[in-house]
């Protein structure tokens, strides 16, 4: 097991630091994107890049990171006018205060923030979030490391959480937790979810306690074409979640590039009451090498043991 440290690198970032000094993740909490969020993701057991951050076609996408869609109209999703069905104007959410804990001896490192989500016309915030991550490494295989995330909103008025609607529009739905796959893995392409699904068809808007997107990696540092490198991201659902089986919202390669998601709205609109809260936790487990179903059941057991 190995112990994961944390390098401050100024302007609101940090990377996650492996035990041999390399860097597994860039860590963004500032005003530069509309949201906190981790880039540039390597496995522990070599250095292909298997996530992607601000692509031309989506930049709005930011590698691994947590968005709602709509709050009350107003839109937290895309960063600027003119996407997403803009309804009332844009938000983003807000990092007011940031501490770090490097534990060691497996436990890694805690990240503990105060997040503000308001509209760019308004200064009073519409949600307060406290966010924990605990970035680790006690998790099989040994290619992998995780990030455990506890989500806790309560809103200071009432708020109301829809999506694009779906399946009125075939791409709506999304909003939640969400990995954007480098472009690498659409080659060996695997999308793959609890209950033995595989394929964005057989996964896509169903009920999952995990969802996995995996491909062949560039960059490893032992790349083969016989043999070439492999990693993906796994998100895995809480079992004391509102829904321990969030719907997954899928994107294949073959459409046109690698997403996944744990969108719990995809169904169903959420609303609050002014002092309400709704918590959430998951556990993202980044690996570099082909995992098994069996693999991804046993990790969510773990997760939930």
């Known amino acids: 097991m190995a112990d994961l440290t944390l390098r401050e690198t100024g302007d609101s970032a940090a990377q996650i630091v492996g035990a041999n000094g390399e860097a597994l993740a860039e860590y963004r909490y500032g005003e530069a994107k509309n949201h906190p969020h981790f880039a540039a993701i390597r496995p522990l057991n070599h250095a292909g890049v298997i996530s992607n951050t601000a692509p031309w076609d989506h930049r709005w996408h930011h590698g691994l990171w947590w968005s709602w869609k709509f709050i009350n109209d107003v839109l937290y999703w895309e960063d600027h006018e003119g996407y997403g069905g803009n309804r009332i104007g844009l938000g983003r959410s807000h990092v007011t205060s940031h501490a770090t804990d490097v534990v060691g001896a497996g436990v890694g490192v805690l990240i503990s923030e105060t997040l503000e989500w308001r509209p760019d016309s308004e200064t009073a915030s519409v949600l307060t979030e406290e966010r924990t991550m605990r ?40 909003g939640g ?129």
């Open 135 to 174: 970035i680790h490494t006690d998790v099989a295989p040994a290619s992998a490391w995780a990030i455990d995330w506890h989500f806790s909103w309560t809103a200071t008025q009432p708020s109301r959480f829809t999506t694009t609607p779906y399946p009125e529009n075939w791409w709506g739905g999304y």
């Open 177 to 305: 937790l969400n990995f954007r796959a480098a472009r690498s893995l659409a080659a060996g392409e695997r999308i793959e979810a609890s209950g033995g699904r595989t394929g964005k068809d057989a996964v896509h808007a169903e009920p999952a306690s995990w969802l996995a997107y995996s491909g062949n990696v560039d960059g490893s540092g032992t790349d083969d074409p016989d043999h070439p490198a492999f990693g993906g991201l796994v998100i895995l659902s809480h079992d004391a979640n509102r829904n321990p089986q969030p719907p997954a919202y899928t994107f294949s390669a073959a459409d046109e590039f690698g997403f996944i998601a744990a969108a719990p709205l995809m169904h169903d609109d959420l609303a609050l009451d002014a002092g309400q809260s709704l918590d959430m936790r998951f556990r993202t487990v980044v690996f570099g090498e082909q995992l098994t179903t069996n693999d991804f059941d046993s990790l969510h057991q773990q997760y939930n043991a």
